[in-house]
């Protein structure tokens, strides 16, 4: 994935990053949102940073991640401009740890990076689990973004990975309810064995 990446040029990534953002910025669940939870973009990441500046236009509160020392966790830190960030742990724009860190996602959506994506919302990301740590307590609306080339029809799912809702490419934006609906076939099947049980 890394190679498709490096190996696109320029004017098709920016392509591509305008098509990603059009799409995002049209979902209901970005319009619902007060807060835009999202990852400050680097080299071969999908671009964000012209969605922050939009959600800071529309009156959203953004926040972005900063990892936590000495440990695979990261906290979500509330920034009002991109002069709220400085250089952190690999090279990457963090937020300033004074910053008050977002504690209620329930009307938030979160912005998920990926290297590669699957039809079911699952992700390879950038190793150490930090994003499916966070996103195991999230209230909120999970949000997958990538270049379509960089997407495969299943990948494997590792045990505490934790799916994304939607995923919106340059081509397409997918629901991903594999973990919805697996939960809701189960609460089925459940229900339909104490029916029985009690019929017998």
């Given amino acids: ?3 498709i990446r490096r190996e696109m040029p320029p004017e098709i990534v920016q392509k591509k990053d ?16 007060k807060t835009i939870v999202v990852y400050v973009s680097k080299e071969l990441e999908v671009d964000t940073r012209r969605l922050m500046e939009k959600a800071w236009e529309d009156g959203k509160k ?3 991640p ?5 440990t695979r966790l990261m906290n979500m830190h509330l920034i009002t401009s991109m002069d709220d960030l400085q250089e952190g742990a690999y090279g990457i724009l963090e ?3 004074s ?9 938030a959506v979160c912005i998920v990076p990926a290297f590669c994506n ?5 992700r390879v990301g950038y190793g150490g689990g930090y994003y499916d740590r966070y996103l195991s307590g999230f209230q909120g609306v999970k949000i997958g973004v990538n270049y379509s080339d960089c997407v495969r029809p299943r990948l494997i799912g590792g045990r505490y990975d934790v799916p994304i809702d939607v995923l919106v490419t340059d081509r397409y934006i997918r629901r991903c309810c594999m973990q919805k609906c697996t939960a ?9 064995t104490s029916d029985e049980k009690r019929k017998g």
């Fill in 184 to 192: 809701a076939k189960r609460r089925r099947k459940g229900k339909e």
């Fill in 66 to 70: 900063r990892c936590v020392e000495n």
């Fill in 95 to 97: 937020p300033k740890e």
């Fill in 99 to 107: 910053l008050p860190i977002l504690e209620d996602t329930k009307n």
């Fill in 118 to 122: 699957d039809y079911r919302g699952y």
């Fill in 62 to 64: 953004v926040a972005a």
């Fill in 1 to 3: 994935m890394r190679r």
């Fill in 18 to 33: 305008q098509a990603i953002y059009e799409r995002l910025i049209s979902m209901e669940q970005y319009r619902r949102a």
